[in-house]
C-alpha cells in the first residue's frame, strides 16, 4: 500500500489454524482486504474426521504461503501491519500452536501488539465484516445500537447460545452438552457411508426429499414413539433432542443413535433401494433445526431485551437451518444477522474483526515479552 495510512485506519493480520483449514486475513478496520483460506478436507477424507497429526503438518506446510498470498492479495507489505492477531482456543491443541507460533514471530520481529482471539467471538461478530467497498450488513458505528443481542453458534465442535450484553461482554446461556450439531452431521454422514464431511453431503440428499416428506403417518408415529408430535421431527420418527429440558442447552447424541437404529431398520427393510435415504436425511436435518429453533425461542421469551440475534459457525452454511431460525426470528421481531457464506466456516477474517473490537476497546493487547506467554488454550469458553 503506497499511500499513507489514515491515523483512524488500523490495518490488522490475522492467523487462523483452530482445526483444519489454514487461514490468514488483512482487515482495514471492518474492512476484509483479504482472506485466505487454504483447506485440508482432502487429506483428512479417507479418515473419516480431522486426524491432528495430518492437520499440524498441513498447517506447518501452508502457512507460510497463505501469509505471503494474502499480503499479496491486500496490496501492502509486513511493514503496513499496526497489529497481528490469532486464534489461542478454542481449537484441536497442536494446530492450534502453529498459528499462534508463526503469529508471535511476526509481531515480535515487526514490534507490533499481538492480539488473542477466542475463536468463538470471531464466529459471534462475523456478520460485522465489510467488504473491500465498505458495504456489509452492518453500517460502520451502528453496531452499538443492535446491543444486547443473542448469539447462536453452531460449528463442527460447538453449539452454543451467547448472550452478549455488548460486544466484548459475553456469557453463555446453553451449549452441548456431548456432540455438536456439526458433529453430528459427520457422524450421520458416516452411517449413511456418504463420506467426510458430513453436513454438505446430508444436505445435498435432502435436496432429493419429496415435498411431502414430513407428513405422512406422524400420528401413528406418536403413537407408536408416545411422544406428542411436537417432539418428532418426521415420518421416520426422529426425536427432536432436549424438548423437555427446562435449561437452554443442546444434546445430539440421542438423535444420533436414534439414527443408528433407524437406518439399520430401513436398510434391511428395502434392501439396495436407498431412496428412504433423501427423506431421511430432511428429517434428521430437521430434527436439528427445531432443536436449535427450540432452545433459541425460550431463551429470546426470558430475554425480551435482547434486539439481534447473530448467526455463526459452519453450520449456519445450511440452508434448511438457517431458513427457519431466520423465520423464526423476523417473526419475533429482531434483528437476524448471519455473515456471509465465505466467513460461516473457519476463517481468519472472523479473526480479525473480533481483533478490531478488541483494539477499539483496549483489550487483550500482548507487547514485547508478554507475546512469547501466550500459550494454547484448546478448551477456552467465552
Excluded at 501491519?81 to 502453529?98: K, N, Q, R, S, W
Excluded at 455488548?166 to 453430528?184: N, P, Q, S, V
Excluded at 478488541?358 to 487483550?364: A, G, L, Y
Amino acid at each position: 500500500m503506497n499511500k499513507k495510512i489514515n491515523k483512524k485506519e488500523i490495518i490488522i493480520l490475522a492467523i487462523d489454524t483452530s482445526c483444519d483449514d489454514t487461514s490468514v486475513a488483512v482487515l482495514k478496520n471492518r474492512i476484509v482486504l483479504s482472506s485466505v483460506v487454504s483447506s485440508q478436507v482432502e487429506l483428512h477424507q479417507k479418515w473419516g474426521g480431522v486426524v491432528p497429526d495430518i492437520a499440524r503438518r498441513a498447517h506447518q506446510e501452508n502457512i507460510e504461503k497463505v501469509y505471503l498470498e494474502a499480503l499479496k492479495r491486500a496490496k501492502i507489505k509486513e511493514i503496513d501491519i499496526d497489529f497481528f492477531a490469532v486464534t489461542y482456543g478454542p481449537g484441536l491443541a497442536i494446530a492450534l500452536e502453529i498459528g499462534i507460533d508463526f503469529a508471535k514471530n511476526l509481531a515480535t520481529s515487526n514490534k507490533k501488539p499481538l492480539i488473542p482471539v477466542n475463536h468463538m467471538e470471531g464466529h459471534l461478530l462475523s456478520s460485522l465484516l465489510l467488504n473491500k467497498n465498505g458495504q456489509g450488513k452492518i453500517k460502520i458505528n451502528e453496531e452499538e445500537k443492535l446491543f444486547p443481542a443473542l448469539g447462536l453458534l453452531i460449528s463442527g465442535n460447538h453449539s452454543e447460545i451467547v448472550y452478549a450484553k455488548k460486544i466484548g461482554d459475553y456469557k453463555i446461556l446453553g451449549e452441548t452438552l456431548d456432540d455438536a450439531a456439526g458433529e453430528a452431521f459427520d457422524k450421520v454422514a458416516r452411517m449413511l457411508n456418504l463420506g467426510y464431511p458430513g453436513g454438505p453431503i446430508v444436505s445435498s440428499l435432502a435436496d432429493k426429499a419429496k415435498k411431502d416428506w414430513n407428513n405422512p403417518q406422524r400420528a401413528w408415529e406418536e403413537k407408536r414413539n408416545k411422544r406428542p408430535v411436537s417432539e418428532i421431527a418426521g415420518s421416520f420418527g426422529l426425536p427432536i433432542p432436549m424438548m423437555r429440558s427446562g435449561d437452554f442447552n443442546f444434546s445430539f447424541s440421542g438423535l444420533k443413535t436414534a439414527c443408528l437404529y433407524k437406518i439399520k431398520e430401513l436398510r434391511e427393510k428395502h434392501k439396495k433401494d436407498t431412496v428412504w435415504s433423501y427423506n431421511f436425511a430432511r428429517e434428521f436435518i430437521n430434527a436439528i433445526s427445531r432443536s436449535l429453533s427450540h432452545k433459541l425461542i425460550k431463551v429470546i421469551a426470558k430475554h425480551p431485551e435482547v434486539k439481534s440475534v447473530f448467526v455463526g459457525g459452519g453450520v449456519s452454511n445450511n440452508k434448511y437451518i438457517i431458513r427457519e431460525i431466520g423465520n423464526i426470528v423476523r417473526k419475533l421481531n429482531k434483528n437476524y444477522f448471519i455473515a456471509d457464506k465465505k466467513f460461516r466456516s473457519d476463517n481468519a477474517a472472523m479473526i480479525g474483526i473480533a481483533a478490531y473490537y478488541n483494539i477499539s476497546n483496549k483489550k487483550n493487547q500482548l507487547k514485547a515479552d508478554k507475546i512469547l506467554e501466550l500459550d494454547r488454550k484448546p478448551m477456552l469458553r467465552f
